[in-house]
């Protein structure tokens, strides 16, 4: 073969190689994995539903990472294991951040279980006898949330002024009704009913252990702070996985699923769904 084909045959390979490599690249770039923490409850069933269809579509592959500690998916994110997790309240993040010193963010608000008081032994509240025995969250943002519900039915009165972040039960300030209030770790709140009178149990912790929003002897008038949300680093805020997981809670297609589901009635929707 003469040297001049010899080159040109060189050049073409090399050109061919180049291009591949570009290719190989782009499908790369478009197959994103997308790492996303959760602990046990809706959020998860949600998101499959719901949230990762849209993302499909778009050239991300999910990976789903499940937690079993109220920290740990904050960690995760922070050490850039996993890119977002989705299962706290604003609050809870602001307090994990404090307390750990990590630098994460919410993007968007997710639909949202009440916190509850759940009963195996009484069928209504009046049938509660002074005295019982009630379990509610260990931490402190979520046992605010226990005292609201039991000072908004009169049981207790909590001191006025008290920052949802370091509250316990030593700042109730009338117990009317000599309630037993025993603090315990939110995940084993929905067991503890086959020995409390009462336990208040958070919404994604009563989902996942088969407990029915309807069967709650009183729900959470549940307020925007503890509105669950999707959490990044904030460096992340604004990068295009974070954007493209907020464009899908916020899509309509997000909110027809949603909606359809008789499982998910009763919990506390986000500003951004339509009010129909």
């Not at 782009?26 to 949600?46: H, I, K, N, W």
């Not at 991300?60 to 740990?72: A, D, K, L, N």
Request: net charge positive; charged share 20%; proline share 8%.
């Amino acid at each position: 073969m003469p040297s001049r084909f010899r080159g040109a045959t060189r050049r073409s390979l090399v050109l061919a190689g180049l291009a591949g490599a570009f290719l190989a690249n782009a499908a790369g770039a478009a197959a994103t994995e997308l790492s996303v923490g959760f602990m046990p409850g809706p959020y998860r069933d949600a998101f499959a539903k719901g949230i990762a269809p849209q993302l499909e579509k778009q050239g991300y592959t999910i990976r789903y990472v499940e937690f079993s500690q109220g920290v740990q998916p904050n960690d995760a994110v922070e050490r850039g294991q996993i890119q977002a997790n989705i299962f706290q309240h604003s609050l809870y993040l602001e307090a994990t951040n404090k307390r750990q010193g990590f630098d994460l963010v919410p993007v968007v608000h997710v639909p949202t279980p009440p916190m509850g008081l759940y009963s195996q032994k009484h069928k209504t509240l009046a049938a509660v006898p002074d005295g019982a025995t009630v379990t509610l969250p260990a931490d402190p943002v979520n046992a605010a949330r226990a005292l609201n519900i039991l000072a908004a039915i009169g049981w207790v009165q909590v001191k006025p002024g008290v920052d949802p972040i370091s509250v316990s039960e030593r700042d109730i300030v009338a117990n009317p009704k000599k309630l037993r209030l025993v603090p315990l770790d939110a995940a084993q709140a929905p067991r503890s009913l086959a020995d409390a009178d009462l336990a208040a149990v958070q919404g994604n912790f009563a989902v996942a252990s088969g407990l029915k929003l309807t069967e709650a002897l009183k729900l959470e008038d549940m307020t925007l702070p503890y509105v669950n949300v999707v959490a990044v680093k904030r460096a992340n805020a604004n990068a295009r996985f974070a954007q493209d997981i907020v464009a899908a809670y916020r899509s309509p297609e997000f909110q027809k699923v949603f909606q359809a589901n008789p499982a998910w009635a009763g919990y506390c929707l986000p500003d951004y769904f339509r009010k129909d």
